[in-house]
């Protein structure tokens, strides 16, 4: 009998010794054209004749996920070896997207893949669209941890991803109508053939109940009875390194009902109610971010957070124990961390299974969860902390809120100790908020749960220790660092943009993908004629490339030497998507009355989600696609001036935008954004940037230099000067008049003559509420530097110069010098030996 290797994570001393297969052919050793042919008979069931595109994808994903699987296998067998510390990286969302083409280029396969589809008569690309985006995240949250298992994996550091498998991501975005519609986005449809499920590692969560306390000897214990049951099932995904033979693991938590069917509640001919456990269950893990807007959204929100968390915890702890019995070695060998405060509440899961399930003192427990923990903060925004009523929290965890008190009554004791007599202080840092209802501050129980918190750009860092956490910093001196963010190159440059990667290639040869600083061989070369028109050469094929699928989705016809200006982010009324719709509006009326005779042509391209509760968002989408319909269809305009909505923004949507993009918009109000990573991937794939100083355009701006970046707006210190002074939006509307025409357009019905008041709203927020976001402010500064930009587009010499610097300076935002510095700053691990 064989024992097969799978690498799950089990005892270093197996039950009985593994034999080898000796059937099996390496996946090393097979040819491509055989494999391929193998799988399409044994894997699909199929013969070439009636084979569909669909079945050649599952052929060809198979064949890459045999030399995964090698790798991965021998990853396991080399942790369980050396049995270094682990990183366990705790997030809501991977927005990981496709996975196939990745796999095959950080292997070094891609090219034996290609030749033997093209031998069997068939297309890489073509393959490759039938995978779907996997539906794991929304955003810059999903997409960065998604980066940082790519870099732990090629620089070989033992980490594990944990998150759910959400059954439906958030929703595929039509537009209909101009408005947003939400439709459910099934990924799982045709299954995934990159997850392995393992159900010989399940968890039981649980929700609800009591907590009865019993006196005993050696104090009091507290046992949490009468609760109800989800069990929470793995799914592993294996992450490839490239270049290295590391794969490491995400694995995703599914749930499951711990009693899925009613026999007796059948029988007697209750249908809906025999099943009705299961699919209760089931609910926690089957679409990211419910609607919390309702108390059941937001009941199901805190479940899904704590089903994960808890997993999570329970699964690292059980892999510690197989291997040592010793507690004090757990800092030594597990370090978590937070991304967000999503994941928050493992800093009580991680008591309770310490203090009531392993039975530790309380003390020495709480010293080993400090130890532990780590926090990134994405956001300066109060009111995008996570906080959560006591009375919900108390009825969904009852165990945990008791934790949670006793946790901050000794941190409360600590600072009143420290700063005697200060009450305020002991309000403002209190983990319970008593000033609103009585709620849970997650962040602040990150802060205090951990060793380490780190903000995600320069900026952003420097304002947590003055704003948002200033007390914090007082009361932990030294805990806030800053960590920037970073985005991998792999994906984002190798993959995303082959024209690109071969151009650098031929000049500087191969290694870049795994050494960004390597890129800095480019700067001489930005002087060179030949490799400016070889680069201007590329960025056209990539803009065409992404005409030619704006036009099938829309059915805009789009000129590729137009100025492609790109906004792609989320919509939210602080990254300012309506500012923008401004410049376009202005843009419009300066062709229409024939003030520019000479303008770039320019390709305004938006394109991003609104949640699905956040009806200014939406409004803000209709308004883009009521502009672009009327700008689109005018006569007089032509090709001066294009519209674009880009439908369902995901993945392998952004690997289109980025390369075929000239301008980076990235216009949030100074002060508002952590970070953001989609300034690093347009400037990386050869796009300037317009932005304020903002989130890590303050860091690109250092890196790329004062001439390669467009800069407009007020800083930050001039934001909130601007707001103490007593910002009156109105003073702006009358004190320009193209401002004026386009606010008036707006709220008159201008681009809504079916319904006048359709914007009104909009307007509202911009003069009678007071421009919370300075969009008016800013206005005058915004216009004036889009100016430049068109003037500079003109030359394109100059600008082909500029955005090959761009691209030569941005090894800093690289997700490897990330995650180097979370290793060797907060984490303490090293690479493992390969």
């Known amino acids: 009998m064989t024992t097969s290797k799978t690498p799950t994570d089990q005892p270093r001393t197996p039950t009985r010794p593994a034999k080898p297969a000796a059937r099996r052919i390496s996946a090393h050793k097979a040819p491509a054209v055989q494999s391929l042919q193998n799988h399409l008979t044994f894997s699909s069931g199929k013969t070439s004749s009636s084979a569909t595109e669909r079945d050649w994808y599952a052929a060809t994903a198979n064949t890459i996920r045999d030399h995964v699987i090698e790798r991965w296998v021998k990853t396991v067998d080399a942790y369980r070896e050396q049995d270094p510390k682990r990183v366990y990286y705790l997030s809501l969302e991977f927005l990981i997207g496709r996975m196939m083409s990745n796999a095959a280029l950080n292997l070094g396969i891609a090219p034996e893949i290609r030749d033997g589809l093209t031998k069997l008569g068939h297309s890489l690309e073509e393959v490759v ?56 986005d099934n990924w799982l449809r045709y299954g995934n053939i990159w997850e392995f499920q393992r159900p010989e590692h399940t968890y039981d969560v649980k929700f609800f109940g009591r907590v009865v306390e019993c006196a005993e000897s050696h104090g009091t214990e507290y046992h949490w009875v009468d609760a109800e049951h989800v069990v929470a099932m793995a799914y592993d995904v294996p992450i490839p390194g490239y270049g290295t033979e590391t794969v490491n693991n995400l694995r995703l938590w599914s749930a499951k009902a711990a009693r899925e069917f009613d026999l007796g509640q059948f029988n007697d001919g209750n249908y809906e109610k025999a099943v009705e456990l299961r699919n209760d269950s089931e609910t926690i893990s089957r679409v990211l971010y419910p609607n919390d807007s309702s108390a059941s959204g937001r009941e199901l929100r805190l479940k899904q957070q704590y089903f994960f968390v808890s997993a999570s915890v329970q699964d690292l702890l059980r892999r510690f124990l197989c291997e040592h019995k010793d507690w004090n070695l757990l800092p030594e060998k597990v370090a978590i ?183 800095s061989g480019l700067e001489p070369l930005a002087d060179d004629a030949d490799f400016r028109n070889a680069f201007r050469a590329v960025k056209l094929a990539n803009k065409q490339r992404l005409a030619t699928r704006i036009e099938k989705l829309t059915g805009v016809k789009l000129n590729p030497n137009s100025l492609f200006d790109v906004q792609i982010k989320r919509i939210h009324e602080y990254k300012r998507q309506l500012l923008n719709v401004l ?52 006569p007089a305009v032509g090709d001066k001036l294009k519209v ?43 796009a300037l940037t317009i932005g304020t100083l903002d989130g890590a355009n303050v860091e690109i701006k250092e890196e790329v230099g004062d001439d390669n970046i467009f800069i407009f707006g007020l800083t930050t210190p001039e934001v909130a000067a601007t707001k103490a002074a007593g910002y009156n939006p109105w003073d702006y509307y009358h004190g320009n008049t193209e401002l004026k025409q386009v606010l008036d357009m707006i709220g008159n019905g201008f681009f809504s003559v079916d319904e006048p008041d359709r914007y009104r709203a909009i307007l509202d927020t911009l003069l009678q509420k007071g421009d919370n976001y300075l969009l008016l402010a800013d206005y005058a500064s915004y216009v004036a530097t889009q100016d430049a930009v068109g003037a500079l587009y003109k030359d394109q010499d100059e600008w ?35």
């Open 129 to 184: 669209e039938k995978e779907n985006d996997a539906a794991l995240g929304n955003g810059g949250l999903g997409r960065l941890a998604a980066c940082f298992l790519d870099s732990m994996a090629t620089m070989d550091i033992p980490g594990t991803g944990y998150g759910i498998r959400y059954e439906y991501g958030m929703f595929r975005q039509t537009i209909e109508g101009g408005q947003q519609i939400e439709n459910p």
């Open 337 to 519: 961390q937070l991304n967000d405060t999503h994941p928050a509440i493992a800093v009580a899961e991680m008591m309770y299974q310490l203090v009531d399930v392993h039975k530790l003192k309380w003390d020495y427990a709480w010293g080993l969860v400090v130890k532990v923990f780590a926090y990134t903060n994405h956001t300066l925004m109060p009111e995008a902390l996570e906080t959560w009523s006591v009375e919900l929290f108390g009825r969904l965890l009852p165990r945990h809120l008791g934790i949670i008190f006793r946790i901050n009554h000794q941190f409360l004791q600590m600072v009143n100790h420290h700063f005697p007599g200060d009450t305020e202080l002991l309000s403002r840092v209190s983990i319970i908020d008593e000033t609103h209802g009585r709620r849970v501050r997650m962040a602040h129980l990150a802060v205090v749960g951990s060793h380490t918190v780190n903000g995600v750009a320069a900026l952003h860092s420097e304002l947590l220790k003055t704003t948002l956490f200033a007390d914090f910093n007082r009361i932990y001196p030294g805990k806030l660092v800053n960590v920037t963010n970073g985005i991998t190159p792999r994906r984002w440059l190798n993959q995303c943009n082959p024209g690109l990667t071969q151009l650098i290639s031929s000049a500087l040869g191969d290694g870049f993908q795994k050494d960004l600083s390597k890129l």
């Open 583 to 634: 410049h376009v509006i202005t843009l419009y009326n300066r062709i229409r009355s024939g003030q520019v005779k000479d303008s770039t042509p320019r390709v305004v391209i938006f394109g991003g989600k609104a949640a699905p509760g956040y009806w200014m968002a939406k409004q803000i989408i209709r308004l883009i696609n009521d502009v672009a319909a009327l700008v689109n269809d005018d």
């Open 644 to 686: 674009v909505f880009y439908p369902n923004y995901e993945v392998s949507a952004a690997e289109l935008l980025f390369p075929g993009s000239d301008l980076s918009e990235q216009i949030s109000t100074a002060g508002t954004e952590a970070s953001g990573t989609g300034n690093m991937k347009m400037a990386l794939n050869g």
């Open 800 to 834: 082909t110069r500029r955005a090959v610097l761009n691209v030569a300076r941005m090894a800093k935002f690289s997700s490897d010098r990330t995650i180097a510095e979370y290793a060797n700053n907060i984490w303490k691990v090293k690479p493992a030996q390969r």
